[in-house]
């Protein structure tokens, strides 16, 4: 009896002193986690809250996500930017730069964050932060309303118009292989490619989402599928060590989808 | 001598033996189950077919990872009837420790060149660690090179032209200097350029004697006012020659896009366009160098849905063709490179993925297909709508 009293208690201290080890384990591992008192702290965030500003980079040179006038920066990703730095509480301060620059910039930390159309780059995940895509430029399809496609699969047995040696058109070309039949029909320009749905000579077209959404703007009689074919999705680059700054422009781009913001932005310019 | 205490004290060991040899089992089932790495079989050297002998591509196959993209590529390359290409040889991948280098990477790029019949113009730059200030001292990128280490960087190319003589013809000395990003975020500067220039020249010519050495390679740009820290390319080759560069290259690198205009458009100093090649050659000519030959090492028209310097995708194929069909008619010049034959991921650089001939999957451009009809004498498989 006593031999078992003794075992249970070197077992209850064995126990308790591994609960102790465990337990200071799981505390060292959470207190040096970044933004804990002993992890490595966002320098950019802490930064941009005291001075109160933001420096994103964007390319002027893609209208109309972001444009030069003689007044100003504008387009969408300009209005994104600032609506980002409005949401944030600080003033966003917008550098050009050409976009063979964009990730030195990042990288020397002459700007926080690049908002001009960049896909995500597996290999700079290593240190860039991409954001959930804030807008999707792959190609689309645009049919009649009464006939709208979804999928390219729904094309089988029909015509499909498309812009002459485009994306649409290799994409068309990889789905001619794939189904059973599928013509293409070949166009000098995307509004050429969707006036040919209207006119009864496709029964869809494939196209860039940017070009679609302006010929659907002046045009009525078309609608774009709810998904693109090929998603480009469009995406904030932060650096990864920014990740305060990430997690807060992520909750705005989240809050504004939710209140409509995003898509009024998009359908603003485009 | 009784074995019993011996067995007594192994047998909590015995008692667990069967499990370690389970786990040893499944430990080496799941090593079988793993993949094999991939068996790149070379084959017979192949020869390029082509009428265009001009006709070339700028590769990006060091940004490859695996092998077999490597020679998909080039194979693609040599079926297009492509001859030459442009690829980057960064000076940061292979010497790691200075003096030390480490050619494997490289040696990988060159076996499947020469299997393929190619030949190479290559591009030289990127800086390794130990020849930039530390980090803690100043925050540089990786084109970031100052004078007290041109030598080791010419050492570097020297030891490139000897080891690959054989299919290597042309080295290039660094890329689009007179813009401040390729030129480590600094103001551009041509007297330090053509000092880079001349210890370069003269280490690849000791390496070989064969060498074509590109100076120039510079972007074009319009930049030249106070403010901008680069340099337009008229201006910055003017000022090469004035620091005495002409004894320092045997050729001139030039990048001519042609942006939104027809490739006959008339070249104007304060447009960039295509036959902006010819203002350089003008400049050239005046400093009593028309002898050079002229390599356009980056060149092409983009076909990107809205960026302000691309045409329509229709466009962009005639404007190619018809472009290697101008520089038929100019003899000053050696080769067409155009940027780009392929990227690795679409994704790396959006608008470098329009400027492709390949997509990242390896699917046929429809523009691929034109210019192969065009290299190799046969119809063109696409005709306009």
């Known amino acids: ?270 | 001598m009784s074995l019993q205490p011996l067995l007594s004290r192994l047998q909590p060991w015995a008692r667990y033996s069967g499990f370690w040899l389970r786990l040893f089992l499944l430990l080496a089932v799941l090593y079988g189950l793993a993949p094999a790495p991939l068996q790149i079989e070379l084959g017979p050297r192949q020869t390029v077919e082509s009428l265009h002998p001009k006709v070339c591509v700028h590769t990006r196959l060091d940004l490859e990872v695996e092998e077999w993209k490597i020679q998909r590529t080039l194979s693609l390359v040599r079926e297009m009837g492509a001859s030459t290409i442009v690829e980057f040889f960064p000076w940061a991948y292979v010497e790691h420790q200075p003096g030390q280098y480490d050619w494997t990477n490289f040696d990988r790029t060159i076996r499947h060149v020469h299997n393929q019949g190619l030949s190479v113009i290559a591009r030289m730059g990127l800086v390794p660690d130990w020849a930039r200030p530390p980090v803690y001292e100043k925050v540089t990128t990786l084109q970031y090179l100052t004078s007290d280490h041109f030598d080791e960087f010419a050492a570097f190319v020297g030891a490139f032209v000897a080891r690959y003589r054989a299919d290597v013809t042309a080295v290039i000395i660094w890329n689009e200097p007179n813009i401040n990003r390729e030129w480590g975020d600094r103001e551009v500067d041509p007297a330090a350029y053509t000092d880079l220039l001349r210890v370069s020249y003269q280490a690849a010519h000791a390496a070989n004697p064969d060498i074509v050495v590109l100076g120039g390679a510079l972007a074009p740009t319009l930049a030249d006012d106070e403010a901008s820290t680069s340099l337009n390319d008229l201006q910055y080759l003017e000022l090469m020659y004035e620091a005495g560069a002409a004894d320092y290259f045997d050729a001139l690198a030039v990048h001519t896009y042609g942006m939104t205009y027809p490739p006959n458009a008339e070249p104007q100093p304060d447009k960039v366009n295509f036959r902006r090649v010819e203002l350089l050659r003008d400049i050239m000519i005046r400093y009593g160098d028309e002898d050079k030959p002229v390599y356009i090492t980056e060149s092409g028209w983009n076909d990107h849905p809205y960026w302000v310097n691309a045409v329509r995708p229709s466009q962009r194929l005639t404007y190619t063709l018809e472009a290697f069909e101008m520089v038929e008619q100019w003899p000053w010049v050696q080769e067409l490179c155009l940027w780009i034959f392929r990227q690795p991921l679409d994704s790396h650089n959006p608008r470098d993925a329009y400027y492709a001939l390949v997509s990242s999957d390896f699917y046929l451009k429809p523009i691929y297909e034109a210019l192969q009809a065009y290299a190799r004498g046969w119809e063109n498989p696409y005709e306009m709508p």
Request: some cysteine.
């Open chain 1, 1 to 270: 009896m006593t031999k078992l009293r003794r075992w249970v208690y070197h077992y209850r201290i064995a126990v308790l002193l591994h609960a102790i080890l465990f337990a200071a384990v799981i505390a060292v591992w959470v207190w040096t986690r970044p933004g804990m008192p002993f992890g490595s702290q966002d320098v950019t965030w802490h930064r941009s809250q005291v001075n109160r500003d933001l420096y994103v980079g964007l390319d002027p040179e893609y209208p109309p996500f972001t444009q030069w006038t003689p007044d100003q920066i504008e387009g969408l990703e300009a209005d994104l930017a600032r609506e980002i730095g409005d949401r944030l509480g600080v003033k966003t301060t917008i550098l050009i730069m050409g976009s063979d620059g964009f990730y030195d910039a990042l990288l020397k930390g002459d700007v926080d964050m690049v908002i001009s159309g960049l896909h995500v780059d597996p290999s700079q995940e290593e240190w860039v932060y991409y954001s959930e895509p804030y807008f999707d430029g792959g190609q689309i399809l645009v049919s009649r309303p009464e006939e709208k496609y979804q999928e390219m699969k729904q094309l089988d047995g029909k015509t499909i118009a498309v812009e002459f040696a485009s994306s649409g058109d290799t994409e068309a070309r990889r789905w001619e292989r794939r189904l059973h039949s599928l013509s293409i029909q070949r166009y000098i320009l995307p509004a050429e490619a969707m006036q040919a749905v209207l006119d009864d000579e496709a029964d869809a077209a494939l196209v860039d989402t940017i070009s679609a959404r302006f010929f659907l703007k002046d045009q009525a009689g078309l609608v774009m599928a709810d998904e693109t074919v090929v998603s480009e999705g469009y995406v904030i680059a932060m650096r990864q060590a920014s990740f305060k700054l990430c997690q807060e422009v992520e909750r705005v781009l989240e809050d504004m989808k939710d209140d409509g913001t995003l898509e009024e932005m998009i359908s603003r310019w485009l």
